[in-house]
């Protein structure tokens, strides 16, 4: 396993220059995460490798997959697949700590539908994940790169989408969420130029569809308590 944190990289095609999903950060690991990272990663953790992953052979069972890029402390996650055994979920984070919190969630809960690849996230994709094999995808709250001239750094470009929309099965989903309307913005214009994708809405979702539940985080609540915005953005693969 790596110790990084997750950011974005530029958008120039894929094929010539390849996009890191984080940038190299340091962490601190508590002593509760290391125990989880000791006990459990053997049994939730899935190493990186150059092949294609078999869902039925890593989940023993057959049932949707969603991956999600990024999962931080991975609150969402343990959330969402605790409300949804029937799904099964690959998180994808490459922050030593974050990995060591999920963990230690899956175990508390337990939560056997869950795995963890800590590894950057496309080069998962590329060489860990099928053609049309994901009936979703969560991409939430990405590094927004704030400034201007940081703007290319931004994970959701069109090369990735792209990538993205390929790993999707027919009907599935991809969804986003930011707190920087600036980005909301522009993933809505990527993700609407890319063809294999349509709008689930005239604009942008709702936290709580139809399609999926995604629970309020800490930091989301502390920031909308302060007035700040929060955009969520779900297309599918026609």
Not at 13 to 29: E, H, M, N, P
Not at 89 to 116: C, D, Q, W, Y
Not at 118 to 144: N, R, T, W
Not at 148 to 176: D, E, F, N, T
């Amino acid at each position: 396993m790596q110790d990084h944190l997750p950011a974005e990289s530029g958008g120039e095609d894929l094929r010539q220059r390849r996009i890191r999903s984080y940038v190299t950060r340091a962490g601190r690991v508590s002593n509760a995460q290391q125990r989880s990272l000791e006990q459990l990663w053997p049994i939730y953790g899935i190493e990186y490798q150059d092949a294609p992953l078999d869902f039925t052979a890593v989940f023993g069972r057959t049932a949707p997959t969603v991956f999600e890029i990024g999962f931080g402390m991975g609150e969402t996650t343990a959330a969402i697949a605790a409300a949804r055994p029937d799904v099964n979920f690959i998180g994808v984070e490459v922050h030593t700590p974050g990995v060591g919190a999920l963990l230690k969630m899956i175990g508390a809960a337990p939560l056997s539908n869950v795995r963890i690849i800590s590894h950057d996230a496309v080069e998962v994709l590329e060489h860990m994940i099928k053609p049309a094999s994901l009936a979703g995808v969560h991409v939430y709250f990405p590094d927004p790169w704030h400034k201007a001239r940081h703007h290319k750094r931004r994970l959701l470009q069109a090369p990735l989408v792209a990538l993205l929309a390929s790993r999707l099965a027919p009907g599935g989903y991809l969804h986003c969420a930011t707190d920087w309307e600036n980005y909301a913005e522009q993933m809505l214009e990527v993700l609407g130029a890319e063809p294999l994708l349509v709008n689930t809405s005239t604009a942008y979702s709702g936290r709580s569809n139809d399609i999926i539940e995604r629970p309020k985080t800490k930091f989301e609540a502390r920031g909308l308590r302060l007035g700040h915005g929060v955009w969520d953005v779900i297309f599918r693969k026609r």
